[in-house]
């Protein structure tokens, strides 16, 4: 099985914007989802999606440790190799970690400027040149809006895509409710987790082609995968 015929199969296409495509140069996207409901495994499979589609991701984990991250790639990418069951996974997996890098900062040691500062440490010495970045668990308090418009600015003069992870109360039944609208505003693609029985439900509500008709699209509690209601996980 090719890397294309991965692709094929990945419900991840169906959570495009009317276009088709997740990694719009310039917008942003959302993960929504109370703790602990899946929100970092979801962005894992958002990357190794955009790997597979030939592009390079940058993670910034503002929680875990670089080895942690990798594990969560690791884990889900050996999941993804057992549903697919091709011998070639190995080779894509080798092939795409040449095109991920995994950046960690302390949460209170976030700013827009250090990850410019170190982005362009990455690029100049021809290190690393992304064209998206994963950002898991910039929080959303007041300030954010300052960063979201300066990583907005960033995102638009290096030409990147970008998707963030939105903690919600784990009781929150509107996922609109604990973010502002200014906040909510700056997201031009939005997907809400929620858990459903021994499942957890994905549910496009902004920006994708599937919102106002979504697929039945969930994670498995097991593997962390993702897919359609009625298949095989």
Known sequence: ???????????????????????????????????????????????????????????????????????????????LSVSTSTIQMQEIWETVQKHRFIMTFQVEGFSVPKLRERLTDLTEQGIFSPQMLIIDGLPFDPPAEDTLSALKELAVSQNLSAWFTVQT???????????PGSIADRFDLMIFLQPDGKEVKITPIKGTRSENKPPELYLDAATMLIHRRGDAA
């Open 169 to 179: 109360p784990c009781n929150e039944a509107v996922p609109f409710g604990p973010v």
């Open 1 to 79: 099985m090719l890397i294309t015929d991965v692709m094929k199969q990945s419900p991840l296409r169906l959570l495009g914007d009317e276009t088709g495509d997740i990694f719009v140069p310039g917008k942003f996207g959302a993960v929504m989802a109370g703790p602990g409901v899946g929100k970092t495994s979801l962005m894992v499979q958002l990357a190794l999606y955009a790997l597979l589609s030939e592009k390079s991701v940058l993670h910034i984990s503002l929680n875990d440790p670089v080895h942690k991250v990798s594990l969560w790639y690791e884990e889900v990418f050996k999941n």
